[in-house]
């Protein structure tokens, strides 16, 4: 099965090589289309590292709170059987507020 997926792969990529049509290259079509007028500034500025820090943290606490859809959804149900998913959400919270804390703490949400 392995040796015939890589035929297939080779054999797609080598079947676009012969097929394929090459392109004229025309400088006015190469350039990158801004508006109508060249560009001032090169195409790949760097942003701060504070720009991915905050993103990378928004992800992380945006992902976690989607775990808690769920928990909504059955708590009435497995409330009969004990209090654990109670415990168990809290317990939860209290990690994602102590990360929240220690972020805030840290100085990640200052946009100096």
Same mark, same amino acid.
């Given at each position: 099965?392995?040796?015939?997926?890589?035929?297939?792969?080779?054999?797609?990529?080598? /079947?676009?090589?012969?097929?394929?049509?090459?392109?004229?290259?025309?400088?006015?079509?190469?350039?990158?289309?801004?508006?109508?007028?060249?560009?001032?500034?090169?195409?790949?500025?760097?942003?701060?590292?504070?720009?991915?820090?905050?993103?990378?943290? /928004?992800?992380? /606490?945006?992902?976690?709170?989607? /775990?808690?859809?769920?928990?909504?959804?059955v708590y009435k149900e497995m409330?009969?059987?004990?209090?654990?998913?109670?415990?168990?959400?809290?317990?939860?919270?209290?990690?994602?507020?102590?990360?929240?804390?220690?972020?805030?703490?840290?100085?990640?949400?200052?946009?100096?």
């Amino acid at each position: 099965m392995i040796v015939v997926a890589i035929l297939f792969a080779f054999g797609t990529l080598l /079947f676009q090589l012969i097929t394929a049509q090459k392109a004229k290259s025309n400088p006015a079509q190469d350039s990158p289309y801004e508006c109508g007028i060249e560009s001032s500034v090169p195409g790949h500025t760097r942003f701060s590292v504070k720009f991915y820090l905050i993103a990378m943290m /928004f992800i992380i /606490f945006d992902i976690e709170v989607v /775990f808690m859809y769920p928990w909504a959804v059955v708590y009435k149900e497995m409330l009969a059987e004990g209090p654990a998913i109670l415990i168990s959400m809290l317990s939860f919270i209290g990690i994602l507020t102590v990360g929240y804390i220690y972020a805030w703490k840290r100085g990640a949400f200052d946009w100096k």
